[in-house]
């Protein structure tokens, strides 16, 4: 059982560079949250979904776009790369609404800089 | 806006020494509640959740947090840390019940001396 998976662990990006971050989980799990976390600014929520095809703004969510074509996947796009986006990316994963003794499954991050 | 404050940036302590982490967060309707950990270089480990019932919550490794539904906070305590308790701290607030926006505070960084 593998969880969360993130993928890439490690990325170097120069400006107006674009890429995608992919988080998978195998835990048939509905609801999916991307976060950045910064030094001093704890964990904000960029985009998450709460089930397949359906996606909802978070705390920060310019300059990102999101997809949930399959319920595994959850996918983080930078379409043109700034400096102020050099973080480190969490995306988490959790069993729907009720299901209260879930706790929320977190991958183990992306580290991204850009220059 | 919705958010969530924790008043302390940075915390030391020693060892056996009593802790108490601060949280509020602006929202009037109903919310769960969380207080989870990050050790250093790994992901974040939930600690205890506060869903309804007992505001008095006691999570692993001897956390326990109590919800005050009047003054919107949820402080984490611990009676005797340890040098092991050396971590990053984040208060987190479900908005409107369930999982639909999960809020995090800017953390608390506990640094455990011996």
């Known amino acids: 059982n593998a969880g969360v998976t993130q993928t890439p662990k490690f990325r170097v990006l120069k400006t107006g560079q674009s890429m995608t971050l992919l988080c998978a989980q195998d835990m048939n799990h509905e609801y999916m949250y991307w976060y950045r976390q910064d030094p001093g600014m704890g964990l904000r929520l960029i985009h998450y979904?709460?089930?397949?095809?359906?996606?909802a703004k978070g705390e920060v969510p310019d300059g990102y776009n999101v997809s949930r074509l399959k319920k595994q996947n959850f996918l983080l796009g930078l379409e043109s790369a700034a400096p102020s986006q050099t973080s480190v990316y969490f995306c988490a994963s959790i069993l729907p609404q009720g299901a209260t003794d879930s706790p929320l499954h977190f991958g183990n991050g992306t580290r991204l800089t850009v220059t | 806006a919705q958010s969530v404050s924790q008043h302390n940036h940075h915390v030391i302590l020693s060892e056996a020494a009593s802790l108490e982490l601060g949280c509020n967060y602006s929202?009037?309707?109903?919310?769960?509640l969380f207080w989870y950990v990050q050790y250093p270089g790994q992901h974040l480990q939930l600690l205890l959740k506060y869903f309804s019932g007992d505001p008095l919550v006691k999570g692993i490794k001897g956390f326990e947090a109590e919800f005050i539904k009047s003054k919107f906070s949820f402080n984490l305590r611990k009676p005797s840390v340890q040098w092991s308790d050396t971590a990053e701290y984040f208060c987190?607030?479900?908005?409107?019940?369930?999982?639909?926006?999960?809020?995090f505070g800017a953390g608390t960084r506990l640094a455990v001396h011996p």
């Open positions: 987190a607030v479900n908005l409107g019940g369930g999982y639909n926006k999960l809020i």
């Open positions: 929202y009037g309707g109903t919310v769960n």
């Open positions: 979904s709460v089930g397949e095809g359906t996606t």
